[in-house]
Each structure stands twice: as structure tokens, then as C-alpha cells.
């Protein structure tokens, strides 16, 4: 596989995780997936030998405010605005950042990106996590506010060390790109498989370009890249089956084989990370 392919779909990759599946994004996430799935998670921990350090940051205390239970309502239905509105005044986080979303959008009410980051700001201020997301989205896109990577950076690390996914995963592609920090590839992968082994699809598929490329570890790692890419083909991700497709010929049998073992483990409930130290120690002897 050519670099200059696996840059390009890399960074194709880093702006759909930027723009396009953050909370942020056009249909809500809240409206479209369970809340359930997107409830912060504090992941397991792990060594990993780059730097022998724990995955993620330690959980917020208290003031980190965990998502609500999942609901299947529709959040714009009727008014919008009545119905969220003296909720969201009397302190309620999700009608705080429900508003939010609608102000940013324009969804029931006038588009309107000073009120949508101010009541973001009020759920952020809660240590709502997609609260924290939606905000650093905001900076990092310039969108009702002047592009600051920086400040975006600080929003998605206050989420990502309550244990989001979403951010841990965007803090790990600014590590990656180094934009508003310095590059480290070790931040990246140590973020990556934060959000990866909450079984963050995007969060998995760039640790595993990041092991094809040998960025952030010691070497290219086809078997490490195979076993975090197969299983993503195998649900229809379209940019996994086609690094796989790329991937394969250039492997042999014996390492297909142990891809094939690691994906195995890998698919296991939040084995992602121990799956990974177990093949790294015997991929080193």
C-alpha cells in the first residue's frame, strides 16, 4: 500500500471524525443512536509499550454528569422550545444541551450560535461530557465562534477525561495532526484505544492505520492492523474493507492467520485493549 494512499484516507478519516460524527453533527446524536451507546464509559487499563502508561485519564469526580438513559422520543416534536426551555432554566443538563443543539442548527427556533454555545456552556458547566464535545466541536470548526484549536483541544480533554469516546477520540486525532498541540503519536494511540475499547468504530480504525504506518509504535505491525480492521470490515465498514483489501496480499498466511486470532479477541466485550498487550508481548520476544 502506497503512504501517500494511507495519509490521504487517514486524514479523510480525521475530518469526518472533526465535523461529521461529533455530537455536533447535523442530525444529533441523541435523535439518531441510543443514549445508551453514548453514556461515558471509564476504560479499562492498559500498558501499552510505548510509553507504559494507563489508557485514558482518571474519571471526573462529581462534577461529571453521565448521559441520560436512552430515549426514543422524538426531542423536536411540537414546541421545541416550550418544551425544553423552563427545563433547561430550572438547571436540567439535557434540556441545556437539547437547547444548544437547536440554537447551533436552527432546529424550532432561529438559528442562533451565541445561544446555542451559551446554553451549551450551561450543561458543559455541569460536566455534561457531549455538552464539553459540542463546545470544542465549535472552536475546532469555527462555527458561531473564531477557530481556536487550542481551546477546542481543552473542551475535548475535559470530556475525554470524564471517559467520552466521542472526545477521547477526537483528542487523539489533534494529537495525531498536531493541530493546537504538539504532535505525539503516543498521545494519539494512548487516546485512540481509550475511546477503541468502548468500541468507538472510527476511534479503532485509525489506531489501526496508526499500526500500519508504524506511527506511535516501533514498527509497521500488519498483524496489529489487520486484527483492528478486520472486524470493522466484517460489520460494513466501507474504509476498513478496503484497507483490508489493500492490507492482505501483502501478508502471510502465518501473519492472516494470527490477524485472524487477534480480531477474534479483539471483537470480545472490551477486550480491545488486553488483546493487544497480550500479541505486543509475544510479538516482542
Known sequence: ??????RARRLAVLAGLMAGSLF????????AESLEKAKPKHP???THPVKKAAVGAAAVGAAAVAVPQAKTEDLYAGDGLGRWLPKAEKGDVFAQYVLG???CVGQGVPKDAVQGLSWY???????????????????????GVKQDFNVAAKWFRLAADAGYDRAQSNLASMYLSGNGMTQDYAQ???????AAVQGYAPAQYNLGLMYLEGNG?????????????????????????GAIKDLSP???????AQGQNLAAKIREKNRLNAALDEYEKVASR
Open 250 to 256: 501483502k501478508m502471510t498466511e502465518a501473519q492472516i
Open 188 to 194: 494519539a494511540i494512548k487516546w485512540y484505544r481509550a
Open 1 to 6: 500500500m502506497k503512504k501517500a494512499s494511507l
Open 101 to 103: 443543539h437547536m440554537y
Open 121 to 143: 456552556q450551561k450543561a458543559a458547566d455541569q460536566g455534561f461530557a457531549p455538552g464539553q464535545l459540542a463546545i470544542g466541536t465549535m472552536y475546532y470548526n469555527g462555527e
Open 24 to 31: 455536533l453533527a447535523s442530525s444529533m446524536a441523541y435523535a
Open 217 to 241: 509504535v516501533p514498527k509497521p505491525d500488519l498483524v496489529a492492523a489487520y486484527g483492528l480492521l478486520r472486524p470493522l470490515a466484517e460489520q460494513g465498514n466501507a474504509a476498513a474493507v
Open 44 to 46: 479499562a487499563k492498559s
